[in-house]
Antibody, heavy 119, light 108 residues
Framework: QVQLVQSGAEVKKPGASVKVSCKAS????????MHWVRQAPGQGLEWMGR????????NYAQKFQGRVTMTRDTSISTAYMELSRLRSDDTAVYYC????????????WGQGTLVTVSS | SYVLTQPPSVSVAPGQTARITCGGN??????VHWYQQKPGQAPVLVVY???DRPSGIPERFSGSNSGNTATLTISRVEAGDEADYYC???????????FGGGTKLTVL
């Protein structure tokens, strides 16, 4: 069965960077897009961007351009999301999620990674 | 950028039908996806491409999309359906994903 297992919770200081991993299993990693979605405490879902694990091509939401980098390591079926210059309002749960096509529904989700930004 | 508007809350008695709307400019021309999120859990896709259901999702969940409004309909509502529901589309002009603000479904 498809599983996306994310790295553990992180606490970072403002201005620092965080890198969250998402290890995939149960399907062909390069056959599905990987998206990153975040959710601030008590707030809604926010799409951050996606990566094509086959080509490495990325598409980032305007809001995160210049601060987010999405990468992948196909040898270990793992996707990464790095967010730099962290601010307190980046405190959120970050999810990875797959889709079979670039604009399809997000059909499998990771368990989420809480990133807390605090001085 | 493209904006999706959902009512903050919808309440319904058990056994009745819940309808959650998602408004957007000419949303009928886009494919709409719906997610259910229970407290402390990751979202779950319940309807994709306006009206299709992933395997394992009960037939009680259905969707429609026309004009400026997409609708998620939950028939014979159960207590376990109480959750937040989000609509989502792809903004073709930017090729970015867009989520609605979410609707909290309360089962009375």
């Amino acid at each position: 069965q498809v599983q996306l297992v994310q790295s553990g919770a992180e606490v970072k200081k403002p201005g620092a960077s965080v890198k969250v991993s998402c290890k995939a299993s149960g399907y062909t990693f390069t056959g599905y897009y990987m998206h990153w979605v975040r959710q601030a405490p008590g707030q809604g879902l926010e799409w951050m961007g996606r990566i094509n694990p086959n080509s490495g091509g990325t598409n980032y939401a305007q809001k995160f351009q210049g601060r987010v980098t999405m990468t992948r390591d196909t040898s270990i079926s793992t996707a990464y999301m790095e967010l730099s210059r962290l601010r307190s309002d980046d405190t959120a749960v970050y999810y990875c999620a797959t889709s079979w096509a670039a604009v399809a529904g997000l059909d499998y989700w990771g368990q989420g990674t809480l990133v807390t930004v605090s001085s | 950028s493209y904006v999706l508007t959902q009512p903050p809350s919808v309440s319904v008695a058990p056994g009745q039908t819940a309808r959650i709307t998602c408004g957007g400019n000419n949303i009928g021309s886009k494919s709409v996806h719906w997610y259910q999120q229970k407290p402390g859990q990751a979202p779950v896709l319940v309807v994709y491409d306006d009206s299709d259901r992933p395997s394992g999702i009960p037939e009680r969940f259905s969707g429609s999309n026309s004009g400026n409004t997409a609708t998620l309909t939950i028939s014979r509502v159960e207590a376990g359906d109480e959750a937040d529901y989000y609509c989502q589309v792809w903004d073709s002009s930017s090729d970015h994903g867009v989520f609605g603000g979410g609707t909290k479904l309360t089962v009375l």
